[in-house]
């Protein structure tokens, strides 16, 4: 890309550095380097959306009151979230075929939705803390 923008490549190069990076993007070979333990940290509950929400905003998200982000997998959507520390969790919704994953710092409600499934961060408990 630096190429690109100082003008080494012509068109044709532009077109394939752009098609290489559409492929890393669209096979989730961009998330190779992720540790698989970042989904771990998370507690999954399939069939629940959440209600009450309050919203964590992100850019660019395709919510300009909150943080909606078209994720390649649950893992991916971790990793967001964890580079966010007011998010608390997330949820991930089917939408032609993109998977859309909404972050928030809470949220008030669990509601039944076969779309969806919310993933909650796991909290760890001090040394030395009876539970």
Same mark, same amino acid.
């Given at each position: 890309m630096n190429s690109t923008g100082e003008m080494k490549g012509d068109v044709d190069?532009?077109?394939?550095?752009?098609e290489d990076v559409l492929h890393l993007y669209m096979s989730g070979m961009h998330l190779d380097n992720m &540790? &698989? %333990?970042?989904? /771990?940290d998370y507690a999954v509950m399939r069939g629940i959306s959440t209600s009450g929400n309050m919203?964590? /905003? @992100?850019w660019p998200s395709y919510n300009h009151? =909150? @943080?909606?982000? %078209?994720?390649? %997998? #649950?893992?991916e959507a971790a990793f967001i979230s964890n580079s966010h520390p007011q998010c608390t969790s997330f949820s991930q /919704? $089917?939408? $032609? =075929?993109l998977?859309? #994953?909404s972050f928030r710092s809470g949220f008030r409600y669990l509601d039944p939705d076969v779309n969806s499934e919310v993933y909650l961060k796991k909290t760890k408990a001090s040394p030395g803390t009876t539970v």
């Open positions: 190069d532009t077109l394939e550095a752009f &540790p &698989p %333990s970042l989904i /771990r919203e964590s /905003r @992100c009151q =909150g @943080c909606v982000l %078209s994720v390649h %997998s #649950a893992k /919704r $089917t939408w $032609t =075929g998977l859309l #994953a």
